[in-house]
């Protein structure tokens, strides 16, 4: 290999290009603190305007991928390279992608939606189907969970956005609803009073709403009451839990049967009683009808039908006639 040549072929390429090579660099070194002073500059002004973080990290991606975009074409602009087939190329390339990725697309989509809409926010506690727990992040792909037993549960954006969503952690108060059956006997005042003392007794459930307690049905085989009391929504299974063992305590310590279901079972002794009518079936006598009446256009058409063939005949016995007249001239 002549090295000599070689070089020689590389020093007149930056001799002849010199300024496309100053330009390309000049253009880079720009472009580098060009992006670095928007990207500053956008998340400042996403901040001030207190933007959730997933939607924040979401356009500060997008900015700097575009601007990036924009550095390349314009470096390649620099050195000669035709920018049109460039960007013919990238598109179908994207668009390939973007057939490709269908499904993450819509993910991405729906991320936005449940962003900018406010559906819920970090922290929240969820319900979506079969699927229910605390978020503990968003992004523009997935929503993940914490469910009570700390199982971690990841549930596409396209899924929360085309269910119904009930969001528990929406608001600071949450109201706790209890059923307690008890047995016929009970006395209704004393089971009311019983409830709500114990409510009261703990200092996490609110005193405005009142707790509540009334009678609310008469089931098969207990008096169902119905209790209800508010709380601070993190507070809301501390006090459910709460509530109910000290409830089911308080019922025994006052003698309140709490029932179970019962099914009464009686044996007969003596062969069951039959009653019947002794006389036979009467006989069948049959029911005068009277003769339905045929459809009008029905009664037309045969009308019509027998007018018709009286015609026939009669032209039929005319020309016989006419027939018989003319072999008698003859």
């Known amino acids: ?64 991928f575009v601007l990036w975009l924009v550095l390349v074409l314009i470096l390649l602009s620099v050195v000669g390279v035709k920018v049109t087939g460039v960007v013919t190329a990238l598109s179908a390339a994207i668009l390939a992608v973007g057939m490709a990725l269908q499904s993450n697309i819509a993910n ?42 700390n199982k971690k549960v990841t ?10 969503v009930v969001n528990a952690g929406a608001n600071p108060k949450r109201r706790v609803d209890f059923t307690f059956p008890v047995a016929y006997e009970s006395d209704v005042e004393q089971v009311k009073k019983i409830v709500v003392d114990v409510m009261t007794s703990d200092g996490r459930v609110d005193l405005d709403p009142a707790p509540f307690c009334k009678l609310k049905e008469f089931n098969t085989s207990s008096l169902d009451f119905f209790a209800n009391c508010w709380c601070d929504a993190s507070d809301y299974w501390d006090v459910y839990y709460y509530v109910m063992e000290n409830v089911f305590n308080e019922f ?35 029911k005068k009808r009277e003769k339905a009446r045929e459809p009008a256009l029905k009664r037309a058409y045969e009308e019509a039908k027998k007018s018709l063939e009286d015609k026939i005949k009669n032209k039929k016995k005319k020309e016989v006639e006419k027939s018989e007249n003319s072999d008698e001239n003859k």
């Not at 930056?14 to 956008?42: C, R, Y």
């Not at 549930?155 to 119904?164: F, G, H, R």
């Not at 069951?272 to 009518?277: E, Q």
């Open 1 to 64: 290999m002549d090295w000599s040549k070689f070089w020689g072929t590389i020093a007149a390429f930056f001799s002849d290009n010199v300024w496309n090579i100053i330009g390309f660099f000049a253009a880079l070194l720009i472009g580098i603190v060009v992006i670095k002073i928007l990207v500053v500059l956008t998340r400042k002004i996403l901040i001030r305007a207190k933007v959730e973080e997933v939607a924040r990290n979401f356009v500060l991606v997008l900015i700097k």
């Open 108 to 149: 991405v989509a729906n991320g936005i939606v449940i962003v900018v809409t406010k559906m819920f926010k970090k922290g929240d506690y969820i319900i979506v189907g079969d699927k229910e727990g605390s978020i503990i992040e968003i992004n523009f792909l997935f929503t993940t969970l914490f469910t009570k037993d």
């Open 155 to 164: 549930i596409p954006n396209s899924t929360i956005v085309n269910s119904a």
């Open 252 to 286: 025994k310590r006052y003698g309140v049967t709490v029932p179970f279901t019962q099914v009464e079972i009686r044996e007969h002794t003596t062969p069951p009683v039959m009653p019947f009518n002794e006389e036979p079936l009467q006989k069948r006598v049959e």
